[in-house]
């Protein structure tokens, strides 16, 4: 403030000094009194326009006015006695303090021009970093260093019980925000407060702005003033930003409430489609069970020992087959459970390949499986168990889908930030119908008119991927048989 005065102050002074020793100079090149005059006059306007007051303006005008009556009427260096000078003077007087009025108003029109348009490019710039935050605690921070920033003030951001001590956010440490004197104050703002959703405490330095929905207070912006003044504009600002905020915290909302019904959405059709291909996958194996177990018991006496041994075996064969449907069936309710989560830790992927062929290996025991990786280990962040069980599913698709003895490869490729899993077959390859399914990322259309499995195994698959927001495309060979690829992150 001081410094400001003594600012306008030097350019007073300056600007008359200039305008006296200009007029000096020029006086002796016998220049007419009334254009000497109007440099006053234009030296008044200077002053005008270049100080932040209309005082400093009016000041100078009536300096001005005696100065040019000492320096350039006669008598000389003296004040005039005539009868014209206090005419010349008064009109002289007003004449400038017109001019200063209206230069001030001009100026001030200015100033609320300008201030109008920093204001929509600061709300501009908040609106447009608060369509971008994800989050509430990005809506929080962006509150804050905003608040911050045009208040020059310390500003706390609660979205909770103020009174508990780990709540709020503080844009600086060590404030008296922080004591718990001022946290009862700022609950008493949150939960009860007045009709009104801003309190201002001129006691304690404490502004306060709350945002309200449907009676429930969803944040309150806290100010520490102190020792500065909170104008009319500053209250303005806070509405303001506090209005953008509760926006966005609405939006926010109701973005979460969509993703909570898209996952129970995506839950309750993954359990639809589980019970149709639950009725159509199980009934095979149990079916064959069922009739080779009645087999035995109803002709025990008249089978052989051979006979006995291939029914036995074809149960066996039917009890596996049935154990792997029924891990699927729980590798699906544990995802479902988990909201389509995962816990996703730092693998090998080597050893997740070599574990998934050595379980195919054991169930399909003349399978003839090839494994291509790079010759240095990579890691990538999975659910070893759920990526495992992926690569089981599509190997024994592939294999079911030719026969036993014909060649699968594996490979695994890393392009960019993705982990890419490519298996290849030379069997019937995929109905065109499943084909299509499958890359638009619907292929539960299919599966209850799959065999062998393929539609539970596809389904499995479609979460697991899902979950771990990869991609599962699949593709026919010209020359014959399917490539499936998977398409997985690498990074957490």
């Known amino acids: 403030m001081r410094k400001n005065i003594a600012k306008n102050i030097a350019i007073t002074v300056g600007i008359l000094g200039a305008t006296v020793i200009i007029t000096e ?29 209309y005082v400093y303006g009016i000041m100078a005008a009536i300096l001005g006015s005696f100065l040019c009556d000492l320096f350039i009427t006669e008598p000389r260096f003296g004040f005039s006695s ?53 989050d509430t605690d990005s809506i929080t921070n962006i509150a804050i260093k905003y608040a911050s920033m045009q208040l020059k003030c310390p500003v706390v951001f609660y979205t909770e019980d103020p009174s508990i001590l780990t709540s709020g956010k503080f844009s600086e ?35 306060y702005q709350r945002i309200r929905s449907k009676d429930v207070t969803m944040g309150l912006l806290g100010v520490y003033y102190h020792n500065n003044h909170l104008t009319d504009n500053d209250k303005s600002f806070i509405r303001d930003i506090m209005g953008q905020i509760a926006l966005a915290m609405e939006l926010r909302l ?17 359990k639809s489609i589980l019970l149709r291909a639950v009725s159509h996958d199980l009934r095979t194996p149990l079916t064959g069970i069922l009739g080779q177990s009645a087999l035995i018991s109803d002709r025990a006496e008249s089978l052989t020992r051979e006979d006995i041994k291939q029914y036995a075996g074809d149960i066996m064969d039917n009890s596996e087959w049935l154990i792997r449907m029924v891990e699927n069936l729980l590798t699906v ?19 997740i390949m070599a574990q998934a062929t050595s379980i195919v290996r054991k169930r399909f025991k003349t399978c003839n499986i090839s494994v291509e990786a790079p010759e240095d280990p990579v890691t990538m962040w999975m659910d070893a168990i759920l990526i495992t069980q992926v690569l089981i599913n599509i190997m024994e698709n592939a294999i079911k889908y030719s026969s036993e003895r014909s060649p699968v490869h594996l490979k695994m490729e890393q392009k960019n930030n993705n982990i890419h899993f490519i298996v290849t077959d030379v069997g019937e390859g995929v109905p065109q119908r499943l084909l299509t399914d499958i890359n638009r990322g619907m292929p539960e259309k299919s599966y209850v008119d799959s065999k062998k499995g393929l539609g539970l195994g596809l389904l499995i698959c479609k979460t697991i991927i899902d979950a771990h927001n990869g991609k599962l495309i699949a593709e026919n060979r010209p020359e014959k048989g399917s490539v499936f690829t998977i398409i997985l992150p690498k990074e957490k």
């Open 25 to 53: 100079l020029l006086y002796d090149f016998t220049i007419m009194d009334d254009n000497l005059t109007l440099l006053y006059i234009l030296g008044v306007l200077l002053i005008a326009m270049l100080t932040s007051s």
């Open 82 to 134: 005539s009868v014209g000078f206090p005419i010349t003077l008064i009109v002289m007087l007003i004449v400038s303090i017109i001019m200063v009025t209206v230069t001030s108003r001009m100026k001030e029109q200015a100033d609320i021009a300008h201030a109008k348009e920093m204001r929509s490019n600061l709300m501009y710039n908040i609106n447009k970093h608060l369509l971008g935050a994800q």
């Open 173 to 207: 440490k060590s404030t008296p925000m922080e004591t718990s004197e001022e946290r009862k104050r700022a609950a008493v703002v949150f939960f009860e407060g007045s009709d009104k959703d801003s309190i201002c405490d001129r006691d304690g330095g404490m502004y």
């Open 254 to 270: 109701i973005s979460d409430l969509k993703h909570k019904m898209e996952i129970e959405t995506e839950k309750e059709k993954t």
């Open 333 to 351: 309710t544990r995802i479902s459970d988990s909201n389509m989560e995962v816990k996703k830790t730092e693998e090998i992927i080597e050893e």
